[in-house]
């Protein structure tokens, strides 16, 4: 069993900063952690292997300093970790870094299984998982919250969706994102943290993955970030005291946020 998971490095604050020409994010002096949603991914991948055995990949792709997040995917059960950069992949938008994970993918030999987390915490968007997906052409499962079942052939989750959950089985290969609900992040003990220091991260370029260079970075790059805001969070109650008023409420509320 080959199973492949991607990492993505994220702002650990919501005070980040856009730079005001290429509209990408401003990383200097800003903590960086791995997207929560992707160590769960990491959790079900280990999982996996427990049952059928195999090797796990993690891959992230970004600056130098994103090699931390493979590392600590190496900590939770992750074999090895694969670092996707080059100064032609900066402000790559989702459909260039489907992309380019896509050919990570055919470079390594596909793969049975490939997870990604539900979404990441920065642009919650939720659509380089399924992006990989339409390039492989492979199908998908969104919004894993169990492993049901799995053999050398299938696998089977109970998936979110907009109306509750569903019961799914699918053959590999397959590409799954995970939610929080999955799995319990384990304690990382002293040996793991010890084997992921002292592990090789592999480097991955543009050449040796053969990308179009007009497919990928802010020029290739089919939609653009014109702004990033934190929503302001009102904690205000509003007392119904007839139930004459509900409309006139309900209206003055949608007033109040035009």
Not at 102 to 115: A, Q, R, T, Y
Request: proline share 5%.
């Amino acid at each position: 069993m080959f199973q492949i998971v991607f990492i993505k490095q994220v702002p650990s604050s919501t005070k980040i900063k856009l730079d005001p020409v290429s509209h990408t994010l401003v990383r200097s002096g800003v903590k960086m952690q791995a997207n929560p949603y992707d160590l769960h991914a990491v959790m079900a991948a280990v999982e996996v292997k427990k049952q059928l055995g195999g090797k796990i990949v993690a891959v992230t792709m970004g600056p130098p300093s994103a090699d931390a997040v493979l590392r600590q995917a190496i900590m939770y059960g992750a074999d090895e970790g694969i670092l996707v950069s080059d100064v032609l992949f900066a402000g790559s938008d989702t459909w260039s870094t489907s992309y380019v994970l896509s050919k990570v993918i055919n470079h390594l030999g596909k793969g049975d299984i490939l997870w990604f987390g539900k979404q990441a915490i920065d642009g919650d968007t939720a659509q380089v998982g399924p992006g990989v997906a339409a390039q492989l052409s492979y199908p998908q499962l969104t919004e894993m919250t169990k492993i049901v079942d799995l053999d050398e052939v299938s696998i089977t989750v109970n998936k979110r969706t907009d109306f509750g959950y569903n019961i799914v089985k699918v053959p590999y290969p397959v590409v799954i994102t995970v939610c929080k609900e999955a799995n319990v992040l384990r304690s990382i003990a002293l040996n793991d943290w010890e084997r992921a220091t002292c592990s090789s991260i592999q480097m991955m370029n543009a050449s040796q993955l053969d990308v179009d260079v007009h497919k990928v970075g802010l020029k290739g790059s089919p939609t653009r970030v014109v702004g990033i805001a934190v929503p302001s969070v009102k904690n205000e109650t509003v007392w119904l005291d007839h139930p004459a008023r509900l409309g006139q409420i309900i209206k003055d509320l949608i007033d109040n946020e035009k």
